[in-house]
């Protein structure tokens, strides 16, 4: 996401499961309003091809606070060039340029003015999961069920650091360039801290009980939250490296956590349900 475009990924069919549309709206209270928000998610299995589609809004638009405006979204151009399932997809800062990995074990960088391809990244042996850009787009992070993370130098497009540890596949990763820090989330049940300039493994935060799927970093705070399979969320303290909260979520499995900054929450994606929490502020 960013101020000016989404990005749809349709996938191909999937033996009964057609199409899945997550949530029109979702229902936040803020200050005790109730709030509709719309999420812009739809994952669409119906088509043939694995394809993505770049979404445009116009400039002047508050876009999805309401249902009259549901409809002002439109599409720029439908990309298709992967043979497989696309898995993750990050646009850079500056929106010049956006990256998706894909279960074909490619990596692709896309223009986002004209959805041109810039090249495809080849490597990895496994599915791609997750990739990152930095925000000066010097190098692109890349994460497989191959169990290696690699980073990538954008302006020599090839591979000059990986990242090993793991035993078994990588399926999330966070970064904070600040801190020169990188963070990976494993079907080992653990998240390995990095130095992404050395790429020498710095901590193992160990704790939950099945794969983790998904994480994020506060802003304000050296906090790190994961989701798992295993039903719950964890907040670490990349201080001492200890996980001093739990929120647990009964069993369900978090597929994907997203911060909301305008409205101090966190939205939750579980194997059945949309949720949000408060950010709140840590010490």
Request: aromatic residues 10%.
């Given at each position: 996401?960013?101020?000016?475009?989404?990005?749809?990924?349709?996938?191909?069919?999937i033996?009964d499961?057609?199409?899945?549309s997550i949530?029109?709206?979702?229902k936040?209270?803020?200050?005790?309003?109730?709030?509709?928000?719309?999420?812009?998610?739809?994952i669409?299995?119906?088509?043939?091809s694995?394809s993505i589609?770049?979404?445009?809004?116009p400039?002047?638009?508050n876009?999805?606070?309401?249902?009259?405006?549901?409809n002002?979204?439109?599409?720029d151009s439908?990309?298709?060039?992967?043979?497989g399932v696309?898995?993750?997809?990050?646009?850079?800062s500056?929106?010049r340029?956006?990256?998706?990995?894909s279960s074909?074990?490619?990596?692709?960088?896309?223009n986002v003015?004209?959805?041109?391809l810039?090249?495809t990244?080849?490597?990895?042996?496994?599915?791609v999961t997750?990739?990152?850009i930095?925000?000066?787009?010097?190098?692109l992070?890349?994460?497989?069920?191959?169990?290696?993370i690699?980073?990538w130098?954008?302006?020599e497009?090839?591979?000059?650091?990986?990242?090993?540890?793991?035993?078994?596949?990588?399926?999330?990763?966070?970064?904070n360039?600040k801190?020169s820090?990188l963070?990976?989330g494993?079907?080992d049940?653990?998240v390995?801290?990095?130095?992404?300039?050395?790429?020498?493994?710095?901590?193992?935060?160990?704790?939950?009980?099945?794969?983790?799927?998904?994480?994020i970093?506060?802003?304000d705070?050296?906090?790190?939250?994961?989701?798992?399979t295993d039903?719950?969320?964890?907040?670490?303290?990349?201080r001492?490296?200890?996980?001093?909260?739990?929120?647990?979520?009964?069993k369900?499995?978090i597929?994907?956590?997203k911060?909301?900054?305008?409205y101090?929450?966190?939205?939750?994606?579980?194997?059945?349900e949309?949720?949000?929490?408060?950010?709140?502020?840590?010490?």
């Amino acid at each position: 996401f960013d101020n000016n475009y989404f990005f749809r990924i349709n996938y191909n069919n999937i033996k009964d499961c057609k199409k899945i549309s997550i949530c029109y709206y979702i229902k936040l209270t803020h200050k005790r309003k109730l709030i509709k928000k719309r999420l812009f998610l739809d994952i669409n299995l119906e088509n043939r091809s694995h394809s993505i589609e770049m979404i445009s809004q116009p400039k002047s638009s508050n876009i999805g606070f309401s249902p009259v405006e549901r409809n002002v979204w439109k599409i720029d151009s439908i990309i298709y060039s992967h043979l497989g399932v696309i898995k993750t997809i990050d646009i850079s800062s500056n929106s010049r340029v956006f990256v998706t990995g894909s279960s074909d074990r490619t990596l692709k960088l896309w223009n986002v003015s004209d959805g041109s391809l810039i090249i495809t990244l080849t490597g990895h042996i496994d599915q791609v999961t997750d990739v990152k850009i930095s925000e000066e787009c010097q190098n692109l992070f890349s994460v497989s069920l191959d169990k290696i993370i690699k980073m990538w130098d954008t302006s020599e497009l090839r591979v000059v650091r990986n990242f090993y540890g793991h035993k078994s596949g990588i399926y999330c990763l966070e970064m904070n360039e600040k801190a020169s820090m990188l963070f990976s989330g494993s079907r080992d049940c653990s998240v390995k801290v990095w130095d992404s300039s050395t790429g020498y493994l710095l901590h193992t935060l160990s704790g939950h009980k099945n794969t983790i799927t998904t994480m994020i970093l506060y802003d304000d705070a050296p906090v790190l939250l994961t989701g798992s399979t295993d039903g719950t969320i964890k907040y670490w303290d990349l201080r001492n490296g200890r996980s001093f909260l739990t929120l647990n979520y009964k069993k369900k499995a978090i597929l994907k956590i997203k911060k909301d900054p305008d409205y101090g929450v966190f939205l939750v994606l579980t194997s059945s349900e949309l949720s949000s929490f408060y950010i709140g502020k840590v010490k």
